[in-house]
């Protein structure tokens, strides 16, 4: 056997989505706080925040910059889908890119149509449960041991797109009460340290226990990111929007530059 053909092979046992280690963990984080700074820094500080949707033409920040980002998540669960392999640069491009579309579009849907926090988070984990019953119906399984392939990848940037705009929503609703943006990432902290105690500890469903995980991380993402560029008056630390985006990307570029990032195996036995 040559070497390309052991190379195809090797290729053929993978996945297109990097394994589950705390690397991975570390950079979504950051990358869901990314997606709360660049958002806002778009479609607030940019573009100017409005919640009047019912304007001459109803283009108010939030709409404009869901637009923007759409647009860049589309084009790029077009290339991953079309790449061959595991790509870390693209797939975390395209994480970031569902973060800050998630961020402008739960902004819109909670503030510009009015259903509020309450009513925003609900609708939003509907779309969720939703995405993962259809994924799940389809092809039998809701692993990311199997999005390997084009249905299964388009099932999983969009159930992940819609947690990520999910996350916005209940990461404000939270924030925006008593507990305050430090109180708010006390609370959804917590909840992934017992996510990761049930891991550790229990024979819990593991697909279960990631997409819990992989959900909390971003209303965690979403308070701190808030916590960071929200006026003092408001609990915040009142920093430049874009300064922070900044750093994040930096943080993140580092990350996945120098923290090992290997393709998620597949399995001979997909768990559901």
Not at 24 to 41: N, Q, S
Not at 114 to 127: A, D, E, R, T
Not at 138 to 163: D, N
């Amino acid at each position: 056997m040559n070497d390309e053909m052991r190379d195809a092979l090797k290729s053929d046992l993978l996945t297109k989505v990097p394994a589950i280690t705390l690397g991975f963990w570390i950079i979504k984080i950051l990358a869901t706080t990314f997606g709360e700074t660049m958002g806002d820094t778009v479609s607030m500080s940019w573009l100017g925040e409005t919640t009047d949707a019912a304007g001459q033409s109803g283009l108010n920040g939030y709409v404009v910059g869901t637009a923007i980002f759409g647009l860049a998540l589309a084009a790029l669960v077009w290339a991953q889908i079309r790449a061959r392999a595991f790509h870390p640069m693209l797939y975390w491009a395209t994480i970031i890119a569902s973060t800050t579309a998630g961020t402008t579009l739960a902004d819109f849907a909670t503030r510009s149509l009015g259903i509020g926090y309450p009513g925003g988070s609900l609708l939003l984990l509907s779309l969720v449960l939703a995405s993962l019953l259809a994924w799940h119906r389809a092809l039998g399984s809701i692993s990311v041991q199997s999005v390997h392939e084009p249905r299964a990848e388009l099932y999983y940037w969009l159930t992940i797109t819609f947690s990520q705009t999910l996350g916005t929503a209940l990461g404000d609703w939270v924030a925006d009460g008593p507990l305050g943006y430090l109180g708010a990432a006390g609370i959804f902290g917590g909840a992934l340290v017992l996510v990761a105690l049930a891991w550790f500890t229990t024979s819990t469903n593991r697909v279960a226990l990631f997409w819990a995980a992989f959900i909390l991380t971003r209303p965690l993402g979403a308070v701190v990111g808030d916590f960071l560029d929200k006026p003092v008056a408001h609990g915040g630390l009142e920093l430049s929007r874009a300064a922070a985006s900044g750093v994040l990307a930096l943080a993140i570029v580092l990350l996945i530059l120098f923290v090992p990032q290997r393709a998620e195996r597949r399995s001979s036995t997909i768990p559901v």
